[in-house]
């Protein structure tokens, strides 16, 4: 049974829908003006919202942006009977779930309704059940780190949670570093029947391959100097649960072998030990890589990765979110001042703006470090643009473990692209579209200094004249 907010004016419509829904076990509150809904959803908690767009008062719109002002998190189907691609676009950049033009019929509108519902539901707890670390109490707890956002790309994520969390399959989570894998993952767990049962973590690129061995399969007494009593792999900690094996790509190939062999008979040998033992995991992994690359390369096992992506789960990277920018940075920034002791300075519009044009390379981990920062820097009761200090963008590119893999994955698609089209002379296409989109950025990161792009990409400054008319640059 979900319990339901029911937004709309016209009461004939109200009552039928509420009566249907109670038919189907649902419990349903229903109001007639939205300007209530985000007060009683931060009292209350709900399973989803159904709301009417034009409305005396608050809209639907309205009400979806008052959502994501106050951080409510709901999965929200609007429902309008005049349907525009302004009114669409609006309700899913402000996190929609989805929307339905009112048909005549009411019937019809059930049956459209009906099936948008269930799904819905199915990533209610998700969304409701935020993630939260070990030792965090209260929901509303600004200390917490949180699998936060209502961008559309994240309502994605949230929907591939829902529907993979009670499956066994394994999942594979990719995405840039900084992005929330491991939050993913718990969010993964805690769905699952497993939730009751450990969750147990490994970071496969902060050991060498004999710690990493040791970590993940255990070892006997006596199996090698040092080692004077039985100690357990993470496998048979996490018997029974969930075993997250973050950044899965950086494994040693010997570990590679070893790991499938474990994911295809279920059973871990310790090292010194010839006993296998049974272990019941559930392997969710992550990755930065490119690992279709690493396995042209010979640098991943092919047959691994196939055991390891059952379902691949893209989490997109900050850049891609939109308006989670500015609504993480206030979550962050709550969080930092909660922990300070101090009340929460608010961001001015040139701090907003400058928050918002910045690409972000080290993701949300970036973006919660920037505003520690500028909680510091701050004097006032408001954050100024020169209180945002973004550390050296190559600095955090490498930090944040792209650079080669990312930029390799990225010409690997537009030479696949190249290929499907069938063009002769492909040599000629790809260097064209390279040279036009490196001079188009360049001339971009210089603000149009001709001299510094020419020094910058190794051209005559005639050259670099020459190619911007060429490609009707500016």
Avoid at 296 to 316: Q, S
Avoid at 376 to 400: N, Y
Avoid at 417 to 443: D, F, I, M, Y
Avoid at 444 to 455: C, P, R, S, T
Wanted: proline share 4%; glycine share 8%; with cysteine.
């Amino acid at each position: 049974m979900a319990k339901i907010l029911l937004i709309d004016d016209d009461t004939d419509l109200s009552r039928f829908l509420q009566l249907d829904l109670k038919t189907r076990g649902h419990h349903v509150q229903c109001l007639e003006r939205a300007e209530r809904g985000p007060e009683i959803l931060g009292q209350e908690e709900f399973d989803l919202v159904l709301l009417d767009n034009k409305m005396p008062g608050m809209s639907g719109i309205e009400f979806l942006a008052a959502l994501q002002q106050r951080g409510l998190v709901i999965p929200v189907i609007l429902m309008t009977g005049h349907a525009t691609t302004n009114t669409a676009i609006q309700a899913m950049n402000l996190g929609a779930f989805d929307y339905v033009v009112k048909p005549l019929e009411l019937g019809q509108l059930v049956d459209e309704l009906e099936p948008l519902i269930a799904k819905a539901l199915e990533i209610a707890r998700p969304l409701k059940e935020r993630v939260r670390l070990p030792g965090e109490t209260a929901p509303g707890d600004t200390s917490a780190a949180v699998l936060l956002g209502n961008s559309k790309p994240m309502q994605e994520v949230y929907k591939a949670i829902g529907k993979v969390a009670q499956s066994a399959a394994p999942v594979l989570i990719h995405g840039e570093t900084g992005t929330g894998k491991e939050l993913v993952a718990k969010a993964i767990h805690a769905n699952s029947a497993r939730r009751h049962k450990p969750f147990v973590a490994l970071n496969c690129t902060a050991l060498n391959e004999n710690l990493l061995d040791d970590e993940l399969f255990g070892h006997e007494p006596g199996a090698f100097t040092g080692a004077d009593k039985l100690r357990k792999g993470r496998f048979e900690y996490a018997h029974g649960g969930t075993l997250f094996l973050d950044e899965v790509g950086d494994m040693p190939p010997s570990l590679q072998a070893k790991l499938l062999r474990v994911l295809e008979n279920q059973e871990v040998l310790r090292i010194g030990s010839n006993e296998p033992i049974k272990v019941d995991v559930r392997v969710l992994s992550a990755t930065h890589h490119h690992l279709e690359s690493a396995i042209r390369e010979n640098k991943f096992r092919e047959d691994l990765y196939y055991r390891l992506a059952g379902v691949t789960i893209r989490l997109p990277p900050l850049r891609e979110r939109g308006a989670d920018t500015l609504f993480l940075a206030e979550h962050f920034l709550a969080r930092a001042a909660a922990d300070s002791g101090r009340p929460a300075p608010k961001l001015n519009e040139d701090a907003i703006a400058k928050l918002q044009s910045f690409a972000w390379p080290g993701n949300v981990r970036q973006l919660q470090n920037v505003m520690r920062r500028a909680l510091l820097m701050c004097r006032g009761t408001k954050i100024l643009a020169e209180d945002l200090e973004f550390a050296d963008t190559a600095a955090d590119v490498k930090a944040s473990g792209q650079g080669e893999d990312e930029a390799l994955a990225g010409l690997h698609q537009a030479i696949g692209w190249a290929l499907k089209t069938n063009q002769p002379n492909l040599g000629s296409l790809l260097t064209g579209l390279l040279e036009r989109e490196l001079l188009k950025l360049t001339l971009e990161e210089l603000d149009g200094n001709q001299a510094q792009v020419a020094k910058r990409l190794g051209m005559a400054r005639g050259t670099v004249i020459e190619k911007i008319r060429k490609y009707g640059l500016k």
